[in-house]
T-cell receptor, first 110, second 114 residues
Framework: GGIITQTPKFLIGQEGQKLTLKCQQNFNHDTMYWYRQDSGKGLRLIYYSITENDLQKGDLSEGYDASREKKSSFSLTVTSAQKNEMAVFLC?????????FGHGTKLSVL | QQKVQQSPESLSVPEGGMASLNCTSSDRNFQYFWWYRQHSGEGPKALMSIFSDGDKKEGRFTAHLNKASLHVSLHIRDSQPSDSALYFCAASEHANYGNEKITFGAGTKLTIKP
């Protein structure tokens, strides 16, 4: 079996700050995803990548950048953190449309 | 409007009872569906997929898909306290390509009462 590792587990930032979240997978899956989870709104797709150096925008890509420099890693950058923002960011990899998720990074902005 | 809509938002079922969760797509391109379950503090985990019309059974879980109405449901029989979790429906346009945009619903919070 494999694992999705997200770092950090908790991230506290200041308004306007650029913040980077990291994700590693050892499944050797081609496709990776970043979702944002807000209470009551389910999971919303930010970016996904079907191979190294590929990036595809999701429904919520504004305000975020992503990078896939290696097959095993996918990072997400919040370009300017919004005051009082609070959400969980979930990374996943997939095979045949079955997603395998990490435990998430919980973001709080002061 | 969300392209994948789930109902109810929350559901309480007695232990040993049947839980029924619903999902409807407003996008006719979405033809392939998964159910995921998320326990508190963890990432969602895949429960089962359904790609063809009709029923698919895996243990205590049965999924039903009606492609004409784009309605999919999940039924959990003999519900256990460990089934208490957030349940998500996820949809994609294709199956088995491994490179798809996958869209989730807002989730149903299921509570099993001992």
């Amino acid at each position: 079996g494999g694992i999705i590792t997200q770092t950090p587990k908790f991230l506290i930032g200041q308004e306007g700050q650029k913040l980077t979240l990291k994700c590693q997978q050892n499944f050797n899956h081609d496709t990776m995803y970043w979702y944002r989870q807000d209470s009551g709104k389910g999971l919303r797709l930010i970016y996904y990548s079907i191979t190294e150096n590929d990036l595809q925008k999701g429904d919520l890509s504004e305000g975020y950048d992503a990078s896939r420099e290696k097959k095993s890693s996918f990072s997400l950058t919040v370009t300017s953190a919004q005051k009082n923002e609070m959400a969980v960011f979930l990374c996943a990899s997939s095979i045949y449309e079955r997603l395998f998720f990490g435990h998430g990074t919980k973001l709080s902005v002061l | 409007q969300q392209k994948v809509q789930q109902s109810p938002e929350s559901l309480s079922v007695p232990e040993g009872g049947m839980a029924s969760l619903n999902c409807t797509s407003s996008d006719r391109n979405f033809q392939y569906f998964w159910w995921y379950r998320q326990h508190s503090g963890e990432g969602p985990k895949a429960l089962m997929s359904i790609f063809s019309d009709g029923d698919k059974k895996e243990g205590r879980f049965t999924a039903h898909l009606n492609k004409a109405s784009l309605h999919v449901s999940l039924h959990i029989r003999d519900s256990q306290p460990s089934d208490s979790a957030l349940y998500f429906c996820a949809a994609s346009e294709h199956a088995n390509y491994g490179n798809e945009k996958i869209t989730f619903g807002a989730g149903t919070k299921l509570t099993i009462k001992p």
